[in-house]
């Protein structure tokens, strides 16, 4: 009969570290195989997604399985290994930003996917600016509805485009310098749109090319795709700005390209007013 070991855990979310973990506790106690037991209440993440995350993380490790019930395993008492404080702050780390901890295969997901988008975003700016993102995020998402499109997207890129904010001014102006040299002359009050895009792609793994477009256009207003627009706009109209942007609301949600016109010409002259004082 095989010798199984159980190693149960929240998995918020699964990290190398965990893997690592259950490796070493199958060479330990001499384990044919280990089988994973996500706990279904108390991570940030629900149930069913911390489950698919371990379940994929673990895909490539023939010694490795996951299992929703301990009745699944047979035989005598398993040797159990708890996830420890240690892995729980490796996931706690995860959440707050660092995705290298992450197994490879599922960055994309993490990040695509917006299961720790709240606390990712809140960990990488202040107060005022994450208040700001869920302004846009929830704005992005009603226009998004309004014409049918997917808002889950809008919600995810509102949540997402001032990302690079929470960067000092040194990392970005460093990021500028080197990587995109020939964006030196735009104001830094834009840079933070490419360095946003940046970080969503190379650091966190995303790919949805429409996301990232949308991200590094939020600010000069000059993508014209759907989602591009719909965050332009709630960037510009979220009643945290502090004015009274229910019309260009209204028009948003019944004509988009419309809307997009206006606002953008409104900032154009906004803009030219200030440079006349």
Same mark, same amino acid.
């Given at each position: 009969?095989?010798?199984?070991?159980?190693?149960?855990?929240?998995?918020?979310?699964?990290?190398?570290?965990?893997?690592?973990?259950?490796?070493?506790?199958?060479?330990?106690?001499? !384990?044919? +195989?280990? =089988?994973?037991?996500?706990?279904?209440?108390? &991570? @940030?993440?629900?149930?069913?997604?911390?489950?698919? /995350? *371990?379940?994929?993380?673990?895909?490539?490790?023939?010694?490795?399985?996951?299992?929703?019930?301990?009745?699944?395993?047979?035989?005598?008492?398993?040797?159990?290994?708890?996830?420890?404080?240690?892995?729980?702050?490796?996931?706690?780390?995860?959440?707050?930003?660092?995705?290298?901890? !992450?197994? +490879?295969? =599922?960055?994309?997901?993490?990040?695509?996917? &917006? @299961?720790?988008?709240?606390?990712?975003?809140?960990? /990488? *700016?202040?107060?005022?600016?994450?208040?700001?993102?869920?302004?846009?995020?929830?704005?992005?998402?009603?226009?998004?509805?309004?014409?049918?499109?997917?808002?889950?997207?809008?919600?995810?890129?509102?949540?997402?485009?001032?990302?690079?904010?929470?960067?000092?001014?040194?990392?970005?102006?460093?990021?500028?310098?080197?990587?995109?040299?020939?964006?030196?002359?735009?104001?830094?009050?834009?840079?933070?749109?490419?360095?946003?895009?940046?970080?969503?792609?190379?650091?966190?793994?995303?790919?949805?090319?429409?996301?990232?477009?949308?991200?590094?256009?939020?600010?000069?207003?000059?993508?014209?795709?759907?989602?591009?627009?719909?965050?332009?706009?709630?960037?510009?109209?979220?009643?945290?700005?502090?004015?009274?942007?229910?019309?260009?609301?209204?028009?948003?949600?019944?004509?988009?390209?419309?809307?997009?016109?206006?606002?953008?010409?409104?900032?154009?002259?906004?803009?030219?007013?200030?440079?006349?004082?």
């Amino acid at each position: 009969m095989k010798k199984i070991g159980i190693f149960r855990g929240l998995f918020d979310p699964i990290t190398a570290a965990h893997l690592e973990a259950a490796r070493h506790f199958r060479k330990k106690q001499r !384990l044919d +195989a280990v =089988l994973f037991l996500c706990e279904k209440d108390g &991570g @940030i993440a629900d149930g069913l997604a911390r489950f698919l /995350m *371990v379940k994929k993380a673990i895909r490539p490790y023939r010694c490795l399985a996951i299992t929703e019930k301990l009745t699944a395993v047979m035989g005598k008492e398993p040797a159990v290994l708890n996830e420890s404080e240690q892995l729980k702050k490796k996931s706690e780390q995860v959440r707050k930003g660092d995705f290298s901890l !992450l197994p +490879a295969c =599922l960055r994309r997901d993490a990040i695509e996917s &917006g @299961i720790y988008a709240d606390p990712l975003v809140r960990n /990488m *700016v202040n107060e005022h600016r994450y208040r700001h993102s869920l302004s846009v995020a929830s704005l992005s998402r009603d226009i998004a509805e309004a014409h049918h499109l997917d808002s889950r997207k809008a919600w995810l890129i509102g949540m997402y485009h001032d990302i690079a904010k929470g960067l000092s001014e040194q990392q970005t102006d460093d990021y500028i310098k080197i990587e995109k040299p020939y964006e030196f002359s735009y104001p830094q009050a834009v840079w933070h749109a490419w360095v946003g895009y940046y970080l969503l792609k190379h650091v966190y793994g995303m790919k949805d090319k429409e996301m990232l477009r949308a991200v590094r256009h939020h600010c000069l207003g000059d993508d014209g795709s759907p989602l591009g627009m719909i965050v332009y706009l709630a960037d510009k109209l979220e009643s945290g700005r502090g004015y009274d942007s229910s019309k260009e609301i209204e028009l948003a949600k019944k004509d988009l390209k419309a809307a997009f016109e206006l606002v953008h010409q409104q900032q154009a002259d906004f803009l030219a007013s200030k440079e006349k004082v």
